[in-house]
């Protein structure tokens, strides 16, 4: 079964360093996302992507946070520099189009990030 | 693992009785929703969806209700399994093209 890899699954990293994820979507889909996730709290939505472009990055601090999808396929998530606040689970997430209607979104397992 | 949902309400339920998980939504523009299942340390897992132009649909024990001039969405589980244990996600979208927003999510805990 098709699945949306991430990686690393774990990452602790020191403040004001530079930490970078890896997102592959599933096959052919054209919509991918990124989301924050607080202990306790709903996925919050970073970055959106359709194909190569960005859709909706309204929330995404964008002084320390960049986001690229350069083929339209995986995509990458940084963040430069890291602040302890920035501790949370980064999900992504792809969907597909059937003609112009969404579908659901499967998400990855996610990466935890520890900043210290 | 870790616990998710540390201050999300939470529904406690005993074995193989029915659960009822409700959503309020915020945007009227938004035309279809999705219920996720979130475990801990896991990325949200795929339930059920809706359309707009349905007020219900069933899945294998699952159901999604839908009422739209209340903003109003809720999941209905079935025979409530020890496994059905997880954070319970509504999300809402349109289904052209704008963002997936989830709301607060529900623990649901299930007695043996």
């Known amino acids: 079964e098709a699945e949306v890899a991430q990686s690393p699954r774990y990452k602790i990293t020191e403040k004001s360093q530079a930490v970078a994820f890896w997102c592959d979507p599933i096959?052919?889909?054209?919509?991918l996302y990124w989301y924050r996730q607080i202990l306790g709290q709903g996925p919050e939505l970073l970055v959106q992507?359709?194909?190569?472009?960005?859709?909706?990055d309204s929330q995404l601090p964008k002084d320390r946070f960049s986001a690229e999808r350069l083929k339209g396929v995986d995509s990458t998530l940084k963040i430069q520099p890291a602040e302890l606040g920035d501790s949370a689970m980064y999900l992504c997430?792809?969907?597909?189009?059937?003609?112009?209607?969404?579908?659901?979104?499967?998400f990855g397992q996610g990466t935890r990030l520890t900043v210290v | 693992g870790e616990s998710v949902g540390l201050h999300l309400p939470t529904l406690s339920v005993q074995e193989g009785d029915n659960s009822i998980i409700n959503c309020a939504y915020s945007?009227?523009?938004?035309?279809?929703f999705i219920w996720y299942k979130q475990e801990s340390g896991k990325g949200p897992q795929f339930i059920i969806d809706?359309?707009?132009?349905?007020d219900k649909r069933q899945g294998q024990r699952v159901t999604v209700l839908l009422n739209k001039t209340v903003k109003h969405l809720s999941l209905q589980i079935a025979a409530t399994q020890p496994g059905d244990s997880a954070v319970y996600f509504c999300?809402?979208?349109?289904?052209?093209?704008?963002?997936?927003?989830f709301g607060a999510g529900t623990i649901l805990r299930v007695k043996s």
């Open positions: 997430a792809s969907s597909s189009l059937q003609g112009t209607l969404n579908t659901e979104a499967f």
């Open positions: 096959s052919g889909h054209a919509t």
């Open positions: 992507f359709q194909d190569e472009s960005v859709v909706d």
């Open positions: 945007n009227s523009a938004s035309d279809y």
């Open positions: 809706i359309r707009s132009n349905m």
């Open positions: 999300a809402e979208n349109s289904e052209y093209g704008n963002k997936l927003v």
